[in-house]
């Protein structure tokens, strides 16, 4: 399917200070929209970034039809932009529109997508390592019709927006704790997929562990109560007795990119990788046992994430409170040596996209 480009008069991007970005807050020049209409897809088209216009019915404001994907883009060198695992972001947008309801979108037309949009952009992608291009596609039901049922009409959307590094000042662990009264997803719930409301309910129990001094919620199942299933926006990892444990999936935990990638290259290192329930109370009892060396999330907007401290019914998990671990900071260290083309890419997961 042809790629219609529509490039803008007159750029932005002389007005942004590459050197006090903030995520989410700038976005580049362009934009790639399709939309679904008569049971298909129709003419992708590139256009310059701006409001889009629909009416107070449409369908995603009122039910909740509304999935995203977050990836990055990383300058190389003069020549070469480099997306990580665009592929395995396109098969897990997929499986949300599937889980949603929604319909699939075209391999060949998300990649071709995003390597026109990011070659038409590719100034917006910062120079500086450890700044990206954050790129996020995202797709809505844009019916007018209130009815809570399918919508027959969807839109979707690649914006993209240069971000700094997510530790300006080196690693700060964070502070979790387990919540009494709110879980986050269940089994045969939408917990696996990347719908919007999973993180507009988190919103609530973020803010009351933010109010008593922690960062975010670690996810306990919705069943037991016991199981530790995530963090906020991370999938998390415990390093015990120099085997690497996290939780498995299990229906209600999202299969993170990043997360798979952890395990990969872990398991390159000769390193166990165990994936189980992992009960919060074990977790605890290894570390009174002087067995937990180190715990950290893993995601796109930080890659890994040290945690310094875990609260749980009282008890609290004091780790070091000021810098990353050795084994987290070397996965750390690997990855985006991978994505900044700094290191080998023996697993294939960057897609280099080439400058004219």
């Known amino acids: 399917m042809k790629i219609s480009i529509t490039e803008t008069d007159q750029s932005r991007i002389s007005d942004v200070d590459f050197d006090n970005l903030q995520f989410g807050r700038v976005f580049s020049d362009h934009m790639l929209e399709m ?80 390597e026109k949009l990011i070659s038409i952009d590719h100034q917006w992608v910062p120079k500086v390592h450890g700044h990206a291009l954050y790129v996020r596609p995202f797709m809505f039901a844009s019916e007018e019709y209130l009815a809570a049922k399918v919508s027959r009409e969807y839109r979707f959307y690649v914006i993209t927006s240069p971000v700094a590094a997510y530790y300006s000042e080196g690693f700060n662990p964070v502070k979790l704790t387990t919540s009494e009264k709110f879980v986050r997803a269940v089994r045969g719930g939408t917990g696996e997929a990347k719908a919007a409301g999973n993180y507009a309910g988190s919103f609530l129990p973020a803010q009351k562990a933010q109010s008593k001094g922690f960062t975010q919620v670690i996810w306990l199942d919705a069943l037991e109560n016991r199981y530790i299933e995530e963090v906020g926006t991370m999938n998390i990892f415990f390093l015990i007795d120099n085997k690497l444990v996290t939780p498995k999936l299990s229906g209600s935990v999202l299969p993170g990119i990043t997360r798979r990638s952890v395990i990969a290259v872990a398991k390159e290192w000769g390193v166990e990788v165990v994936e189980q329930r992992v009960a919060i109370d074990e977790i605890i009892k290894s570390h009174k046992e002087g067995k937990l060396q180190e715990v950290f999330g893993s995601g796109t907007a930080a890659v890994i994430s040290p945690v310094g401290l875990i609260h749980h019914n009282g008890e609290t998990i004091q780790l070091d409170q000021e810098k990353i671990g050795p084994f987290a900071k070397k996965m750390f260290n690997t990855i985006t040596g991978i994505q900044y083309g700094k290191i080998e890419d023996n697993f294939g997961w960057t897609h280099p996209i080439t400058l004219d």
């Open 35 to 114: 939309v679904y209409r008569d049971g298909k897809w129709h003419q992708p088209e590139i256009k310059p970034y701006g409001p889009i216009q629909f009416t107070p019915s449409m369908q995603a404001l009122h039910y909740g039809q509304a999935i995203f994907e977050g990836m990055k883009a990383y300058h190389v060198d003069d020549e070469t932009i480099h997306l990580f695992r665009p592929k395995d972001h396109h098969k897990r947008l997929n499986n949300s529109a599937h889980r949603l309801c929604m319909p699939a979108v075209d391999e060949e037309v998300f990649i071709e997508g995003l």
